[in-house]
């Protein structure tokens, strides 16, 4: 059961009072602690609860994969994280009466999460059932300072008890890894394990040496103690059934306490590695010895420290809303203290923090947790990718498995770098892991600034896992030349083995332009590195011209009719899944349906299309995100706690603040109100990291342009204002959000350059800089007016409709009202489609071609005798307002006609630049000729109005991201920002008076001072 956290709630504390046993398991995971090496969940000393653990993240095992048929190529084995010595346990007897928990009754219970220390509390009163009463308080740290070293201190106080008590401190090798049941996200079917090759106690230190069956790994657990020999004595040191105890002994009296210091050190070697025991047991004893000699208070003190750091670069503050300011700030504690440190490993979905997905590192590792420590703590997003290239290796030799004869390919689950999937439709399939390395890479480079490692590592990284794109695709001749990726899996595995899945092929469009990119920056930066990599990799100069040919040639279709992207070839063409009838929301699909029933259907278990948009969407605009945000939205089940934080972050982007707000919540909370039910397992870092993009992402706007920093940031509704901090290239900005505007301060580093709204801004030392909200937040000021031609400067459509008429009259097809304004605003191929929906017979692509000639020898027959005379009333004018008002005129008309037109009314020489449907691909409403006419303005979209008396118009503008002005009634046009009868009632004065207004009460509301 969730938990709520002390009232008034402290944004630096987790408390939890619950004395269920039941939620203990989930405590567990949200009160576990991390170094990145060394985890340790939550549990309580002196309780022998059965999911209390210890995981080292070098500590796994491996075995074999058994299928009935086996092909070439599947995976042979799988790494487990199984869990080693439990180095928490302390048992207590009163006189000759064990303490078990279960019997007694718990008179009052807290535990406690200090974020700012990364202390783990807890405080227990709990009365005997012969009615002794004790309170014990202990607290621990996992030194973040150390390998793996866990300190506790440990306090036993009398509220009424008079008599002996005895601690037994001990190492416990009781555990196994969890055996899997019906749910395949926790649990394996192990052959081996972990075995005690050898154990001694003795007073002054006790240990205990494993060793796994089939991996070799060695691990040594030893523990010392610390006491006041006043309390406390030493009694006995000895094996126990499974592990080792040490036994102190003293004297309780009521108001008097004992306590008992515990260090606990592991040492551990490489898979079949060299290091002996004695080696491992020497590494143990010094970490105990130099921990023991500082003291508790020593080592919090420094666990504090550096934790601070954590919280300097976060500046974290959310004005009105602890809980949630809380909350993230537990996410962040858990991402950032279950990051590896040493490069020899990454970060686990659930950690170290529990056996969820087997201990297995995926690619949201890279997706969604580097990103959100790249900015705090960028030296543990390079351990994460030196751990990559440590592993480069193994990524060679499984590409060589899926018959790749050169390139890398990175295992989609694993611990040592081989995949350990045993279902290749959602396992080997997911190329795109290669492209998630590629894009925390540069994710990396440009915010630290580190070309050292780019050059050192990330370039042979780029560039033998850019090679396997050009293996599984092709330059498709019956897609006009378009590059196309075949038989793969995106990261929404409801839909496995598709072609052209658009994440897959647009991240590894941005793949392949990178690799490009720094294959031609290496060769200048330091051509002689180059060319000896080149040698050793054997990459040849033709290679890099092929690869920016498939990035140029990517395809990415765009649906016509939905306006959206699809997510693969097939999608679109699926019925949609019906809605859940039965079974527990908070289990997924892949557990109560076969994959291929799933795989039948239109539903996703993370929309990864979405994704896309959100990591690789620099040239998509608003309104096509927008549409796919819609779309979407409708056929994603959320089953992967990673879509909440994507569907939050496109939709503050798009202006859905409502429902980014809602997802934002889901991302944030996903562990600790347990949202997907298996916070048991462990907590999902993915997710948590995800909270820390929604804020920064999606409320600040934050995005890499081309290298540079930009921000955006908006204000959500429930907020007073917000803060959050960024590590830039080492310098640090602090970003102040409030009610009328933003504030940059630069609080570390010489200066920092960044983008505000699209436009560049530079601080340097100690410098601030107070800025509004622009004007519709997403408008900049207005400064080009793009017209549509038909129905709004001349009354063509008339013209068309009488056309389009007789062409019907010709091929006995219908025509009505309704068809006649459904052909409003859309290109003569589109609407001749429209026209043949209801005709008597099909017709050939020549026929059609035909069709449309002889529809357009009809109009131009009629608009022979236009003149000056056949303007609209007020268009002239309207044209002309604008220009004399400094503003760019553009004209965007699906007729191919238009240019024809406009020199017959003599308004030719008034327009700036013109757009008609031969020069575009696609018809309205796809944003396409209102985007062509901006960019041949050489104005952005948002800073451009287009005025349409079209409904298909209207959506084409809102699409392109510009304000939409209709011509026409309100009922037809209701998706226009602004509806007017005609153009005599266009003054581009208000326009613009309306803006800098705006813009001016902004301005004095915020009080700007630099």
Not at 47 to 64: H, N, T, V
Not at 296 to 313: C, G, K, P, V
Not at 850 to 877: C, D, M, T, V
Request: hydrophobic share 40%; with cysteine.
């Amino acid at each position: 059961m969730p938990a709520a956290c002390s009232l008034p709630c402290d944004p630096w504390l987790l408390i939890r009072r619950q004395s269920n046993p039941a939620a203990f398991a989930q405590d567990e995971s949200l009160f576990a602690l991390s170094n990145g090496s060394l985890g340790v969940r939550g549990g309580l000393e002196e309780d022998d609860s059965p999911s209390q653990g210890c995981f080292l993240a070098g500590a796994w095992e491996r075995a074999p994969i058994e299928y009935h048929e086996r092909f070439p190529g599947f995976a042979a084995h799988t790494d487990t994280r199984v869990p080693v010595t439990d180095g928490t346990r302390i048992h207590l007897r009163l006189g000759d009466t064990p303490v078990r928990l279960g019997e007694g009754e718990w008179l009052d219970f807290e535990r406690a999460l200090d974020l700012r220390s990364g202390c783990y509390r807890r405080h227990l009163r709990w009365r005997s059932p012969e009615g002794a009463t004790l309170e014990i308080d202990a607290e621990r740290i996992v030194s973040l300072d150390a390998p793996a070293l866990l300190a506790i201190r440990y306090r036993v106080r009398s509220v009424d008890y008079h008599g002996p008590v005895t601690l037994e401190s001990s190492l416990s090798t009781a555990r196994d890894a969890v055996e899997q049941g019906d749910d395949p996200r926790i649990g394996t079917r192990l052959d081996g394990g972990f075995s005690t090759c050898d154990a001694r106690a003795e007073e002054d230190h006790a240990y205990v040496l494993q060793q796994t069956a089939h991996s070799g790994i060695r691990v040594a657990c030893m523990q010392r103690h610390a006491y006041d020999s006043n309390q406390l004595g030493f009694r006995l040191a000895n094996l126990a059934p499974h592990g080792v105890m040490q036994v102190y002994e003293g004297e309780l009296v009521p108001g008097g306490s004992v306590v008992l210091e515990k260090y606990v050190s592991y040492a551990w070697s490489a898979p079949h590695g060299d290091d002996g025991d004695t080696t491992l047991l020497d590494r143990a004893d010094a970490s105990l010895s130099q921990a023991r000699e500082s003291g508790y208070d020593t080592l919090l003190a420094r666990q504090s420290a550096m934790f601070d750091a954590l919280w300097r670069n976060a500046d974290l503050a959310v004005d009105g809303d602890p809980r949630t300011e809380q909350a993230l700030r537990f996410n962040l504690f858990h991402v950032f203290q279950s990051s590896s440190r040493d490069g020899h490993s990454s970060t686990a979905a659930k950690g170290l923090t529990g056996e969820g997905y087997e201990g297995h590192y995926f690619w949201d590792a890279e997706a969604f947790m580097l990103p959100a420590m790249v900015t705090l703590a960028p030296e543990l997003a390079r351990g994460m990718l030196t751990y990559r290239y440590r592993t480069l290796e193994r990524a060679r030799l499984h590409a060589r498995e899926l018959n790749h004869a050169r390139g890398a390919l990175y295992a989609w689950r694993t611990i040592s770098g081989d995949e350990c999937s045993a279902y290749f439709p959602s396992g080997s399939a997911q190329y795109h892991i290669n492209a998630a390395v590629a894009w925390a890479i540069r994710q990396y480079v440009d915010v630290s600034g580190d070309l050292g490692f780019l050059r050192d590592h990330g370039a042979e990284i780029l560039f033998e896992t850019a090679r396997i794109w050009l293996d599984i695709g092709h330059f498709s001749t019956r897609r006009n030349g378009a590059f196309c990726i075949h038989g793969v899996t995106g990261p929404d595995e409801y839909t496995a083995l598709v072609d052209n899945n658009h994440y897959t092929n647009r991240m590894a469009q941005r793949h392949l332009r990178d690799a490009a990119q720094v294959a031609h920056w290496l060769a200048e930066y330091d051509p002689r590195f180059f060319a000896e990599l080149s040698r050793h990799i054997g990459l040849e100069s033709f290679e890099v011209m092929q690869w920016l040919r498939a990035a140029d040639a990517m395809y990415l279709a765009e649906d016509a009719e939905l306006g959206i992207f699809p997510q693969d070839d097939t999608f679109l063409d699926k019925p949609r899944m019906p809605m859940r009838a039965h079974g527990d929301a908070k289990r997924p699909l892949l557990l109560e349906l076969h994959p291929l029933t799933i795989y039948r259907h239109q539903v996703c278990k993370q929309a990864d299309t979405l994704l896309s948009l959100m990591l690789a969407g620099d040239g998509v605009s608003r309104g096509a995100k927008r549409r796919n945000f819609d779309y979407y939205e409708g056929v994603t089940a959320h089953d992967s706690t990673l879509s909440a934080s994507t569907f939050s972050v496109i939709a503050a982007e798009v202006g859905e603040a409502d429902k980014a707000w809602r997802y934002f919540q889901d991302t944030l909370r996903v562990d600790l109100d347990d949202l997907h039910g298996n916070a048991a397992h462990g907590v999902h870092m993915a997710a948590m990291a995800g909270s820390w993009l929604a804020l920064c992402w999606g409320y600040g706007g934050v995005r890499i342009h081309h290298g540079q920093l930009s921000l955006a940031p908006r204000l959500p509704d429930a907020w007073h204002g917000y803060r959050f901090g960024l590590q830039w290239r080492g310098s640090h900005l602090r970003v102040e959000v409030g009610q009328t505007g933003v504030r940059y301060s630069l609080t570390r580093g010489d200066e920092v350059s960044f983008h505000h709204e699209g436009e560049l801004l530079q601080l340097r030392r100690g410098e601030s800089l107070s800025l509004p909200y622009r004007f519709a937040e997403e408008h900049p000021p207005l400064r080009a007016v793009i017209f549509d031609l038909d129905g709004v400067i001349a009354d063509t459509a008339v013209v068309h409709r009488s056309a389009w008429e007789k062409l019907a009259q010709e091929i006995d097809a219908p025509f009505d009202e309704v068809l006649a304004e459904r052909m409003k605003g859309v290109d003569r191929r589109g609407s001749l489609e429209i026209l043949l929906e209801r005709a008597p017979r099909a017709y050939t692509e020549a026929e059609k071609d035909e069709l449309g000639e002889r529809k357009n020898r009809y109009y131009r027959e009629q608009i022979g005798s236009f003149g000056p005379g056949n303007l609209l009333p007020g268009a002239r004018h309207a044209v002309e307002a604008t220009r004399n008002a400094g503003l760019r005129v553009g004209l965007a008309s699906a007729s191919r006609n238009a240019p024809l037109l406009l020199e017959r009314l003599g308004i030719a020489d008034l327009f700036d630049y013109i757009v008609d449907a031969s020069t575009i691909e696609r018809s309205k409403p796809d944003p396409e000729i209102f985007l062509a006419a901006a960019a041949g303005l050489g104005v952005a979209p948002a800073a451009c109005l287009g005025v349409e008396d079209a409904a298909a118009g209207i959506a084409s503008i809102r699409a392109a991201g510009m304000v939409a002005v209709g011509v026409g009634h309100r009922e037809a046009l209701g998706e226009a920002d602004v509806v007017l009868p005609g153009l005599t009632a266009f003054r581009i004065g208000e326009f613009v008076e309306d803006q800098d207004r705006a813009t001016a009460e902004c301005a004095e509301a915020s009080h700007i001072n630099t």
